[in-house]
C-alpha cells in the first residue's frame, strides 16, 4: 500500500514537472517570440538582418510542435505507468514517438545555425551560436536515451512474453 502511494506520487511530480516544462514554452511561445517579431519589424537597427530573424522564429515555432507533442507522449507515459501498463506495446511506441522529435527538433535547431550566425555576427554575441548547439545537442541526447530506453522496454516485454508462455 504504501509502495503505491510512493509510486503515484512520484508519477504526479512527473507529470507536475512536464506540465510546468510544457507551460513555460508555452509562454515563450505566446508571449516571447511575437515580441521578438515585432521588435525587428520596425527596428532600424537590424533592419538589414530582419530576414535572419524571421528564420529564427518560425523555426523555433516548428520546433514547438514536436515539442509539445513530446511532452503529450511523456504524459500518456506516465499514465501507462500508473496504470501498471508500463511493460505494453503502447509504451514502446510512447518512447518511439519521443525519440523521433527528440530528432526533429535537434534538426530543426540545428538549421537555425546560420541564421543565429548571422544575428551573432551583427551583435557581436557569439554566445546566441551556442544557444542553438546546446538546445540541439540536448535534444538529440533525450531522444537517444528515448531510443535506448524503447530497446530495452521492448526486449524485456519479448522476455515476459517467453516466461509467461513457458508457465
Known amino acids: 500500500m504504501k509502495e503505491k502511494a510512493l509510486q503515484k506520487g512520484s508519477t504526479v511530480f512527473l507529470r507536475a514537472a512536464v506540465l510546468a516544462i510544457g507551460g513555460i514554452v508555452l509562454a515563450l511561445c505566446v508571449f516571447a517570440l511575437p515580441a521578438l ?3 525587428v519589424d520596425g527596428d532600424k537597427e537590424y533592419g538589414d538582418i530582419a530576414y535572419a530573424f524571421y528564420w529564427i522564429v518560425g523555426l523555433l515555432y516548428a520546433g514547438a510542435i514536436p515539442f509539445f507533442y513530446a511532452l503529450y507522449q511523456s504524459l500518456k507515459l506516465i499514465g501507462y505507468i500508473d496504470t501498471n501498463k508500463a511493460f505494453s ?41 551556442l544557444f542553438g548547439m546546446i538546445i540541439a545537442g540536448a535534444s538529440l541526447t533525450i531522444s537517444v536515451f528515448a531510443a535506448v530506453l524503447q530497446r530495452l522496454l521492448s526486449q524485456a516485454i519479448d522476455i515476459k512474453k517467453e516466461n509467461d508462455l513457458t508457465v
Open 89 to 129: 506495446k503502447a509504451s514502446v511506441r510512447a518512447l518511439k514517438r519521443i525519440a523521433w522529435c527528440g530528432v526533429v527538433i535537434a534538426v530543426l535547431f540545428a538549421a537555425m545555425e546560420p541564421w543565429l550566425y548571422v544575428w551573432a555576427e551583427h551583435d557581436d554575441a557569439p554566445g546566441v551560436i
Open 37 to 39: 517579431w515585432t521588435s
